[in-house]
């Protein structure tokens, strides 16, 4: 079936129609909910958030967008409360000084280094502003246009661009300066 047919399937109360409709985008949707809340249990937490939303507000679904476009608004979304929710229980005080360093001797194994690596951009990624992290992850992570983007921030082209232009800068300076 294509996407239409599964959307009114879906509309129809058809919870395979919908498992198969929103299975062509689950793993995207992942991605973004992952590279939002930086770990991957508060990531399946959004997801499922994010489905159940999306099958509970199915009726508003209008289609002027694309399916996907809609599902990761609801998945950033997700993830985005699931975020604030833990910055409410975790005090500012708290920090992890078990966390890893990176390892600037070359001597840790492939495995390490990309643990070490992900770790820095999760962190990284954490410390831009928010609707920069949500740029540059439905960008880089998602791989929605520009145009997706913008309607889903409500801003133009032009600032999504921005935004990711300033996401990716920020980042540089964050992972060189982790580096360092």
């Not at 109360?13 to 689950?26: K, P, S, T």
């Not at 993830?79 to 360093?101: E, H, Q």
């Not at 997706?148 to 661009?161: C, F, L």
Request: contains cysteine; proline residues 2%; glycine residues 6%.
């Amino acid at each position: 079936m294509d996407e239409a047919e599964l959307l009114a399937a879906c509309r129809g109360g058809d919870q395979h129609a919908f498992a198969e409709l929103v299975g062509r985008h689950r793993t995207n949707a992942w991605h973004v909910c992952l590279q939002i809340t930086g770990n991957a249990h508060d990531a399946e937490d959004a997801l499922q958030d994010a489905l159940t939303a999306a099958w509970q507000n199915l009726h508003r679904f209008r289609g002027e967008a694309r399916f996907n476009t809609w599902l990761h608004r609801i998945a950033t979304n997700a993830a985005l409360a699931v975020v604030r929710r833990r910055k409410i229980t975790t005090s500012l005080d708290d920090t992890d000084d078990d966390s890893p360093g990176i390892d600037l001797t070359g001597h840790g194994s492939g495995f390490d280094e990309q643990v070490v690596t992900a770790d820095a951009v999760h962190h990284a990624l954490a410390q831009l502003p928010e609707d920069f992290r949500v740029a540059i992850v439905l960008a880089e992570f998602a791989d929605l246009p520009y145009a997706d983007i913008a309607e889903h921030q409500g801003v133009s082209v032009a600032t999504v661009k921005t935004r990711i232009h300033r996401a990716r800068k920020q980042l540089a300076q964050s992972l060189a300066a982790a580096h360092v």
